[in-house]
């Protein structure tokens, strides 16, 4: 336990939190106090206040150091007459010589506070600032020393006045201020930033009743908290912090869930450093009972922890995870219940949303940005998750129609087609979507010969974003226009072999487990091919 003074230095130093060291992963390529403190000067110089701030800030600076040092070391001193006689004017120079004293003291304490922040922040920060999102998140805690360097740049107005007279001034404030709105209006007019509105929603409206969401994400926690406690959506609902039960505080707050959620143990550890603690096992076997709508993740675990997995299993479920008991919704009823449900929560997530932001508005340093990952994460994981039972064989095959596995490959060829076409990120820098993508290609080549396929069943397929700019851009996809019959093989032949072919291309590849598969199948087939060709050749020239 700790003192009322261990509590208080805790809470001074943040040190729950890190003590202003947010990175958990490797940080020792981050940057150091000297590029940071640069990093914030030119922030400050070209997005906060722009050029003519920050010239006025270092002005006041300029200016207020000079007061600091002439109240500190200047103008005392100075003695009246003989004896207790003291004039008026001895009097006047008193009290100017005290006034200078507090405006240095002031200047010294805003100066001071200014400095000290910016190297006690910058030496502790260990956000890597090459990330855009983790700058983004860096340059939030600039707001403290912006406030006071604001303070010196109207220090450094009044300054100006006195050079140039009250009139220069006012058209070079307005003309700051003029600057500083057409510069930044457009993206800080955030009137119709309702994203994370409907994130929220789509988060919780996927969720039956009376299920439990853990959240480990600070955007789905803040917003989800918001739409429960404020508004009044989705009360059924229980959620709770992961993040906030791994912290020896919360036995405290395990009371305020007592018949609601059953937390076997002081806090949430890793299974190594079991204790007193409990591990996210432990947590699905307390609850897993109480809540007839499920459990949930939103985020990732905080720990690298796989005992649960012969107990359980993980199915993508919207913008979150559900944990279920093992083979309760990846074999049999249960796996078709789940296509058509995590479909349907797809199809209600696209509608809700529309379009997803404009990535020129809201760039990678913003949580906006974070909602394009968002969508196409999950709707890769769904697509990764069915393309996975759907090539399970032997005992573990999940019984179907070959109409209806066809059809299902079709549907993850669309969502995968859908993914390269409209998220770049995934497109140049992940292999495993072009390796993904061509080997559900491969499985409908293997397929009956006389199952249908054409055109008509990608639009089927596609998610419909309601005749918004991401429909558009499916039409870019290149589908051919494929009739049904023996065509749709030539089709998926060729998707097959060029996504292959990307796949091996790319950068890492080489170091993924099936690398060497796919080069072996690839140049196995083309070899084929050229043998048959050389044949057909032969055959011709008798």
């Not at 800080?188 to 853990?214: N, Q």
């Not at 405290?252 to 096992?281: A, C, H, Q």
Request: hydrophobic share 40%; charged share 25%.
């Amino acid at each position: 336990m700790f003192t009322d003074e261990q509590n208080n230095g805790v809470i001074f130093c943040r040190a729950d939190y890190g003590t202003f060291q947010l990175f958990s992963g490797d940080a020792a390529k981050s940057e150091g106090n000297i590029e940071r403190t640069v990093a914030y000067l030119v922030d400050l110089a070209s997005k906060q206040g722009g050029p003519g701030v920050f010239f006025l800030g270092i002005w006041g600076i300029c200016a207020c150091v000079g007061v600091a040092f002439g109240g500190m070391f200047g103008g005392g001193g100075r003695k009246g007459g003989k004896g207790k006689r003291k004039n008026y004017k001895e009097k006047n120079n008193q009290v100017q010589d005290k006034e200078k004293v507090n405006a240095a003291k002031a200047v010294v304490a805003i100066f001071g506070c200014w400095v000290f922040y910016l190297c006690v922040f910058h030496t502790l920060a260990n956000l890597p600032l090459s990330n855009p999102l983790l700058y983004g998140v860096h340059q939030r805690f600039w707001m403290q020393p912006n406030i006071l360097f604001f303070i010196f740049a109207g220090v450094g107005g009044g300054k100006f006045a006195e050079r140039f007279g009250n009139n220069v001034t006012m058209v070079t404030l307005a003309a700051i201020v003029f600057y500083t709105v057409f510069m930044n209006y457009s993206k800080v007019d955030l009137s119709d930033d309702i994203w994370f509105d409907y994130y929220a929603r789509s988060v919780l409206e996927a969720l039956p009743r009376d299920s439990l969401l853990v959240i480990n994400y600070d955007q789905q926690w803040t917003s989800v908290r918001y739409l429960q406690e404020c508004e009044g959506v989705r009360p059924d609902i229980i959620s709770v912090n992961l993040s906030m039960m791994s912290y020896m505080w919360w036995k405290t707050k395990v009371p305020l869930y007592e018949g609601i959620v059953n937390f076997p143990g002081t806090n949430y550890v890793s299974p190594r450093l079991k204790g007193t603690g409990f591990t996210w096992r432990e947590l699905l076997d307390a609850n897993i009972d109480m809540f007839e709508g499920g459990i949930y993740l939103g985020g990732n675990l905080n720990y690298k922890e796989d005992d649960y997995l012969d107990k359980y299993e993980i199915v993508p479920w919207g913008l979150s995870k559900r944990f279920a008991k093992r083979n309760e919704l990846t074999t049999g009823s249960g796996f078709l219940e789940w296509v058509d449900t995590s479909r349907e929560k797809i199809h209600e997530l696209t509608n809700r949303f529309e379009t997803l932001p404009d990535t020129a508005k809201y760039d990678e340093s913003t949580w906006e940005w974070t909602l394009q990952r968002e969508y196409w994460d999950h709707l890769y994981e769904r697509t990764s998750h069915l393309l996975e039972i759907l090539l399970r064989d032997g005992d573990d095959a999940v019984p179907m129609t070959p109409q209806l596995k066809f059809d299902l490959l079709i549907e993850v060829a669309a969502s995968f087609e859908l993914i390269l076409g409209n998220d770049k990120l995934k497109r140049e820098e992940d292999y495993g979507l072009y390796k993904n993508l061509g080997l559900c290609y491969m499985h409908m080549i293997k397929s009956d010969k006389g199952l249908s396929y054409g055109t008509k069943h990608f639009s089927d397929k596609l998610i419909n974003f309601q005749g918004t700019d991401l429909i558009e851009s499916v039409s870019t996809l290149g589908f051919p226009v494929v009739s049904p019959g023996s065509e749709w093989r030539n089709h998926a032949t060729d998707r097959w072999s060029t996504l292959w072919r990307k796949y091996l291309e790319m950068d890492g590849a080489e170091n993924d487990g099936s690398y060497q598969s796919v080069k072996s199948i690839l140049t196995a087939v083309f070899q084929s091919v050229g043998e048959a060709q050389q044949a057909r050749a032969a055959q011709g020239g008798q």
